[in-house]
């Protein structure tokens, strides 16, 4: 049975486009335009994978609230924001309320299908036993590729699947300046300079939770970024 992809998104073209790049590609894929109309719909199972825009008409924060219902009823379903909001705040909240990654709609559809198939493998990875030669160590840190997850310390980060592929870009090869394009293209994600910033503090943050002395991640100025090995 195809995985069922839920498409939450008040302007009905451009929900129309996602739907039909969506279905050619075999997936089932539902459209609803507000929070209300979701919950309805889903109000007995809800589906393999939800894809919000965070303002649905005149409700500007029912992404948001939608995200933190159904995050509640399945702490496992994926869950991506699509939206033209892309301040730090809307980041940041999104993310805190459990979403696994945020995109703005300037993506391209390759590289939406690309982050819809990445998190349905994680799901079914996360499901298996986890298999030695898919770690990567580097001193404190423990990349799983096929989990797409990330531990340090021996304790778990929440790393999204945009943010692991970054810190697995610059953890690869300790040292090694990599240019915010070549974190980009490792991301498989289109993004201005700023944003990259902006990645990068997120991740810095999420390891300093664990521990606040935390320093692998060093700035090159004007170049990109390096892991300290």
């Not at 979701?38 to 994978?49: G, H, K, V």
């Not at 809307?90 to 559809?109: E, F, M, P, V, W």
């Not at 079914?124 to 531990?151: F, V, W």
């Amino acid at each position: 049975m195809p995985h069922h992809i839920a498409i939450i998104e008040d302007e009905a073209a451009i929900a129309a486009n996602y739907r039909d790049t969506l279905q050619r590609q075999g997936f089932r894929v539902s459209l609803c335009s507000d929070r209300e109309s979701a919950n309805a719909a889903f109000s007995r199972a809800l589906p393999d994978l939800a894809i919000i825009d965070v303002g649905l008409g005149e409700d500007i924060e029912g992404g948001f609230e939608l995200c933190r219902e159904w995050r509640s009823r399945c702490p496992e379903l994926p869950i991506v924001f699509l939206t033209a909001r892309d301040s730090e705040l809307d980041i940041i909240s999104g993310l805190r309320l459990g979403a696994d990654d945020y995109l703005t709609k300037d993506i391209s559809q390759a590289q939406l299908l690309a982050r819809i198939v990445a998190l349905f493998r994680r799901v079914q990875a996360l499901r298996s036993p986890e298999r030695e030669e898919h770690l990567i160590d580097c001193g404190d840190l423990t990349l799983n590729l096929e989990r797409m997850t990330g531990s340090w310390q021996e304790q778990q980060v929440d790393l999204t699947v945009t943010e692991f592929w970054v810190v697995h870009a610059l953890a690869r090869y300790p040292g090694h300046v990599k240019t915010r394009q070549q974190l980009m293209d490792s991301a498989n994600v289109v993004l201005d300079d700023s944003s990259v910033t902006s990645h990068i503090k997120r991740i810095r943050r999420k390891f300093q939770v664990i521990d606040p002395g935390f320093g692998a991640i060093e700035t090159a100025y004007g170049v990109g970024y390096r892991w300290k090995g």
